[in-house]
């Protein structure tokens, strides 16, 4: 497949691109498959790290597609994601993986990471694993700092529809 990002202008001297819309072709084929509209990114853009990625997130077999949407000064890095439906040959947005932070995929233990931070002293990890179509929590790990170098870890696994804690240790970082 061939895809082409629209946007008003190439990216700024920032190397932001405001993506508008994607369009995807078979080969080199005119033939529209498909548009994705409505999009307006702040995506950073460079030709040695473009903000368009294909990858099997849900492990299906098939390549599915994300683009960052933007990057804020912090870790938490937003992407919108699709998913390609081999039975409609299409790509459907994932509002379950485009709600995680800076998400990860895991071929060989079949998971999504993600990474994330809600404070300065706040940090935390999360899994999760597809069941069918749907994305599923498995287990939290958070770390709230005390003071530089002392934390508490916490280590929650979803349970009954909610985090339950199954851990709770001091720790100290190297």
Same mark, same amino acid.
């Given at each position: 497949?061939? +895809?082409?990002?629209? &946007?008003? *202008?190439?990216?700024?001297?920032?190397?932001?691109?405001?993506?508008?819309? @994607?369009?995807?072709? =078979?080969? *080199?084929?005119?033939?529209?498959?498909? $548009? @994705?509209?409505?999009?307006?990114?702040?995506?950073?853009?460079?030709?040695?790290?473009?903000?368009?990625? %294909?990858?099997?997130? *849900?492990?299906?077999?098939?390549?599915?597609?994300?683009? @960052?949407?933007?990057?804020? &000064?912090?870790? *938490?890095?937003?992407?919108?994601?699709?998913? +390609?439906?081999?039975?409609?040959? =299409? +790509?459907?947005?994932? &509002?379950?993986?485009?709600?995680?932070?800076?998400?990860? %995929?895991?071929?060989?233990?079949?998971?999504?990471?993600?990474?994330? =931070?809600?404070?300065?002293? $706040?940090?935390?990890?999360?899994?999760? $694993? %597809?069941?069918?179509?749907?994305?599923?929590?498995?287990?939290?790990?958070?770390?709230?700092?005390?003071?530089?170098?002392?934390?508490?870890? =916490?280590?929650?696994?979803?349970?009954?529809?909610?985090?339950?804690?199954?851990?709770?240790?001091?720790?100290?970082?190297?």
């Amino acid at each position: 497949m061939n +895809f082409t990002l629209r &946007a008003d *202008n190439p990216p700024d001297a920032s190397g932001i691109l405001a993506v508008k819309s @994607i369009e995807v072709r =078979r080969g *080199n084929d005119q033939e529209l498959l498909q $548009r @994705i509209d409505g999009l307006a990114t702040q995506t950073p853009w460079s030709a040695q790290a473009p903000g368009l990625e %294909f990858v099997d997130m *849900n492990f299906d077999g098939y390549i599915d597609m994300r683009l @960052i949407e933007s990057r804020p &000064a912090g870790p *938490n890095v937003t992407y919108l994601h699709w998913l +390609f439906d081999p039975a409609g040959g =299409r +790509f459907v947005a994932s &509002a379950a993986l485009d709600e995680l932070a800076a998400p990860r %995929f895991d071929k060989g233990a079949r998971e999504v990471h993600s990474d994330w =931070r809600d404070s300065a002293v $706040r940090y935390g990890s999360d899994r999760f $694993r %597809f069941d069918g179509n749907q994305l599923m929590p498995l287990q939290r790990e958070t770390r709230e700092y005390q003071r530089p170098g002392v934390y508490t870890l =916490r280590v929650s696994h979803w349970l009954d529809g909610r985090w339950q804690v199954v851990q709770t240790r001091q720790g100290r970082d190297p």
